[in-house]
């Protein structure tokens, strides 16, 4: 089945450094998307990205869809204490096609910021 | 703006047991979701519905599980029998037509003794 594989799997950064965390596919994408969870919370929708080759930006976060739809990074220029949480990429559960909420989601990579 | 509740948050029982949650979506989305997410991962799909309708059920979901949403509003899951490889955080969410954006509630977190 599907698989999509986060790297790395934990980053620590001092405040003020930037963080990138990648998302690869194991088959084509129509669409991927990001997720924040904060400790002890539940996953946030971040955005959506559709589009080959696409590039989003919101405030600090960076978000690219590769051109092949099978991979994705979310950057953040100079973290902040309030970016700590784990970061997901999540694809359409279903190959091919939409997937109407079914999503498979990466392992995460967790981000700690130390101040 | 009321979210995605979920009751209860915690649930702590013995193996053996029956547990139900319960998970009220967003009032105007029709599609719910349940996922569960073991610590160090990510939510993995259990099943939809759109409005009453049980769309789709993940193989993970074996006969021990079974989840309704007999009037399209609110949702249950039910687990029987609870196994200690049960035990993780169990998510709901809900979304509407027309897009794939999911809305999580705080999610059940069950512990099976």
């Known amino acids: 089945g599907q698989q999509v594989m986060q790297i790395p799997q934990y980053q620590h950064v001092q405040e003020g450094e930037d963080f990138t965390t990648y998302c690869n596919s194991s088959?084509?994408?129509?669409?991927i998307q990001w997720y924040k969870q904060r400790p002890g919370g539940h996953p946030v929708f971040l955005i959506q990205l559709v589009k080959s080759g696409e590039v989003k930006k919101q405030k600090r976060l960076t978000f690219q869809f590769g051109e092949a739809k099978k991979n994705s990074s979310l950057h953040i220029t100079a973290t902040q204490t309030t970016d700590v949480g784990t970061y997901f990429c999540a694809g359409p559960g279903n190959a091919g096609g939409t997937s109407y909420g079914k999503l498979t989601f990466g392992q995460g990579t967790i981000l700690t910021v130390h101040p | 703006d009321t979210g995605v509740s979920q009751d209860p948050r915690h649930k702590i029982t013995k193996r053996g047991q029956n547990v139900t949650f319960r998970c009220d979506p967003i009032?105007?989305?029709?599609?719910l979701y349940w996922y569960r997410q073991t610590l160090g991962q990510g939510p993995e799909f259990l099943t939809y519905f759109q409005n009453e309708a049980q769309l789709e059920k993940s193989r993970l979901l074996s006969d021990r599980f079974s989840a309704e949403r007999p009037k399209g509003s609110f949702s249950t899951l039910e687990i029987q029998r609870t196994e200690q490889g049960d035990s993780a955080m169990y998510l709901c969410a809900s979304g509407g037509l027309g897009g794939e954006k999911l809305f999580f509630g705080s999610g059940t977190q069950l512990s099976v003794l």
């Open positions: 088959t084509t994408l129509s669409n």
């Open positions: 009032s105007e989305h029709n599609r």
